[in-house]
């Protein structure tokens, strides 16, 4: 009964146990499959994550051709790197990023777009001239010779009526005696009389000296010339003693009391003149003081050789300040009347490329600066800013400065630029590692050589740079000879310093050459480093344009 017992005492603990073991094994399972499971999705996260990571490219504002695989500091500017992906810009793969601080380093600005009222200031530059309506000779009315001048060197004053020589002349002694013999029997024969004082009258006695010489019964041997004009002695062409005949110029006189202020106009500033126009202009010679007059003739014939139109303006000169030959330098505000509110933007804000005119549009809708490239079309130069024809509407927001600083950050991403319009991936300069890029084909080096596709150059980036010495004087000179260089074909731009004598070129070697722009420069007039301008036509340049002095 007992091993019975025991029996079944030992079966109830072995049931036991196995159940406990089952238990234990099911919430081991229980366990495990909880731990598998959750690892399995912290894996799978981590996976994601990693691969988040790795595809994330990251940049630098001011110099995106630098492409890592992790954030830190550019290698070049030290600038802390961007995401790439992140960029904001991606939306338009046209459009180009710069972070606040890029843009500020860059010094960039912009301003709204607005419509205003168009005023021109066309510059002129010209002399002060005589009257020539108040230019006068004074002849000699009768032949004899010079006795006396009374009158004896340039630049005297003269007064009408004052003796400026005396004259003898055996004609009008003659003419005297004529008169004495036919005073005495004027009673009887009044038409001889008559006839010999109007022939001392044809002479330019007045009626005063006639009666003088019939009241002294005797000739005078020395006759007065007088002054039929007050004014300033020009120039004297007659010397004591010397023999003249009737009609001979004995002085030039000039009245000025009013002068002209004669402009020189180039024929690209002629349709912004007319008369009418006031002009407001300074003399080189008093600082500070400025006259007004207005435009009262415009030469309607273009100087073959200089090129220019004459402008007159009229001045009053009762003071006699104002002198024959003084430098002035006028300015005009001509209303653009055809271009009545039409929108007007600063000439920094245009890139210009000789046949395109860019400009950088700041996108709306961004934390970020984000610009985009547009090509518009532009009206007349005033000054220092352009009017709009097409191409902006009033209200969007353009880069005023730092404008090439937003077009080489365009160009290193390989986004529409001034020099590619097209856009495209840029050369890198041999040595330098692109991490990101696409990799090279046909066994070509990323190193300094694109594909056969990157290498379709445009016709922009032929352009060559070079700067030469030209001789000039002032503004006058700087017009002359940037227009010189920039009519030579495939020449893009030119910019001449009146500082420092140098020209800055820009031109299409595949067109012309620096030879030929030299050349060009030279046959308006002014002297470089390879050619001199003909004698000839140095001489016909304005007075303020001669270096040679």
């Not at 001011?62 to 992140?86: S, T, V």
């Not at 009609?247 to 000039?254: E, I, K, N």
């Amino acid at each position: 009964m007992k091993t019975m017992k025991s029996m079944k005492t030992m079966k109830v603990i072995l049931f036991n146990k196995y159940l406990l073991f089952g238990m234990f094994a099911m919430a081991g399972l229980f366990i495990g499959w909880l731990l598998f499971h959750s690892s399995g999705k912290v894996d799978e996260k981590h996976e994601h994550t990693t691969e988040e990571v790795q595809s994330t490219i990251w940049t630098c504002a001011m110099h995106p051709q630098i492409r890592m695989d992790a954030p830190g500091d550019c290698p070049i500017c030290g600038m802390e790197l961007i995401p790439l992906n992140n960029n904001p810009a991606a939306i338009d793969p046209e459009a180009i990023q710069l972070t606040k601080e890029a843009a500020q380093l860059a010094n960039v600005l912009t301003s709204v777009v607005t419509r205003q009222k168009p005023v021109k200031e066309v510059r002129l530059y010209g002399k002060v001239q005589a009257d020539e309506r108040l230019l006068q000779n004074q002849v000699a009315h009768i032949p004899g010779r010079i006795e006396k001048l009374m009158v004896n060197f340039t630049g005297e004053t003269v007064k009408k009526g004052q003796t400026l020589a005396l004259i003898y002349s055996p004609e009008l002694v003659t003419s005297q005696q004529e008169l004495l013999e036919a005073s005495k029997s004027k009673v009887t024969q009044p038409e001889i009389y008559e006839a010999a004082k109007e022939k001392l009258r044809l002479w330019k006695l007045t009626d005063d000296q006639i009666s003088a010489i019939e009241r002294s019964g005797s000739v005078q041997t020395n006759f007065e010339v007088v002054s039929t004009a007050s004014g300033i002695v020009l120039s004297r062409r007659v010397n004591n003693g010397d023999y003249i005949s009737q009609g001979t110029v004995l002085y030039d006189l000039a009245d000025l009391s009013t002068v002209w202020v004669m402009f020189d106009a180039y024929e690209s500033d002629l349709p912004f003149l007319k008369t009418g126009d006031k002009l407001t202009f300074t003399i080189q010679a008093m600082p500070g003081q400025n006259y007004t007059g207005k435009i009262i003739f415009i030469d309607p014939v273009v100087d073959a050789a200089t090129r220019v139109s004459k402008v007159r303006v009229e001045i009053n000169n009762q003071t006699g300040k104002l002198k024959p030959e003084m430098f002035a330098t006028g300015i005009v505000h001509a209303n653009m009347t055809d271009f009545k509110d039409k929108m007007v933007i600063p000439r920094s804000a245009v890139l210009w490329t000789g046949k395109r005119s860019i400009v950088y549009v700041k996108q709306p809708d961004s934390d970020e600066p984000v610009f985009k490239i547009r090509e518009i079309g532009l009206g007349p130069m005033l000054g220092n800013s352009y009017i709009v024809a097409d191409g902006l509407l009033e209200g969007e927001e353009i880069v005023t400065q730092g404008t090439f600083s937003v077009d080489a950050a365009a160009q290193l991403e390989g986004k529409p630029s001034m020099m590619n319009p097209s856009g495209g991936k840029l050369s890198t300069m041999p040595g330098m590692d692109m991490p990101g890029d696409a990799k090279p084909s046909d066994g070509q080096k990323m190193a300094g050589m694109d594909t056969p596709e990157d290498n379709k150059m445009e016709d922009n980036k032929m352009i060559k740079h070079e700067m030469f010495a030209v001789s000039g004087n002032c503004e006058m000179c700087k017009d002359r000879i940037e227009k010189a260089a920039k009519s030579v074909k495939g020449v893009r731009s030119a910019s001449w310093d009146v500082k420092t004598k140098k020209i800055h070129i820009e031109f299409d070697p595949r067109k012309s050459d620096l030879q030929t722009i030299q050349k060009a420069i030279a046959k308006a007039g002014h002297d470089n480093g390879k050619f001199k301008a003909d004698d000839k036509t140095y001489e016909s340049l304005p007075e303020c344009c001669h270096y040679r002095k």
